[in-house]
C-alpha cells in the first residue's frame, strides 16, 4: 500500500490540526494503520494507531485526550486530529500501515510508510 500524508502546517498552541493520510490500493481496510511522530534530533515515536475497523485504537501518553485517530475505509483515509497542541508536537508526522495483528505500536511493525508532513507549533 502507498500512503500520502497531507495537513500539516504551522499552528499557535493551542490549537487544532486534522493530518489526513490517504492509501492507494483496494485492501486498505485490512492494515491496521499508525501515526508516528519525529521531531528534531529525536527518533521516531509512536502517536496512534487504529485496527483495521476502526474498533479499537491506541494512543502515546504524551497525546491521550487531546488527539483522536480515525479512518474512513471507504475513501481509504486515516485521519489524525489534534487538538490543544503544544509546541513539544512540533515534530514531522508520519502515517504507517501494519499487518501485524493485534494493534501495533511499534515503528518495526509498520511495513509501509507515508512521506511525513510537518507540524510546527508556535509558543
Known amino acids: 500500500v502507498q500512503l500520502q500524508a497531507s495537513g500539516g502546517g504551522l499552528v499557535q498552541a493551542g490549537g487544532s490540526l486534522r493530518l489526513s493520510c490517504a492509501a492507494s490500493?483496494?485492501?486498505?481496510?485490512?492494515?491496521?494503520m499508525g501515526w508516528f511522530r519525529q521531531a528534531p534530533g529525536k527518533e521516531r515515536e509512536f502517536v496512534a494507531a487504529s485496527s483495521w475497523s476502526g474498533g479499537s485504537t491506541s494512543y502515546a501518553d504524551s497525546v491521550k485526550g487531546r488527539f483522536t485517530i480515525s479512518r474512513d475505509n471507504a475513501k481509504n483515509t486515516v485521519y489524525l486530529q489534534m487538538n490543544s497542541l503544544k509546541p513539544d508536537d512540533t515534530a514531522v508526522y508520519y502515517c504507517?500501515?501494519?499487518?501485524?495483528?493485534?494493534?501495533?505500536?511499534?515503528?518495526?511493525?509498520?511495513?509501509?510508510w507515508g512521506q511525513g508532513t510537518l507540524v510546527t507549533v508556535s509558543s
Open positions: 504507517a500501515a501494519s499487518t501485524v495483528w493485534g494493534l501495533p505500536t511499534l515503528p518495526a511493525h509498520f511495513g509501509s
Open positions: 490500493g483496494r485492501t486498505f481496510s485490512s492494515y491496521d
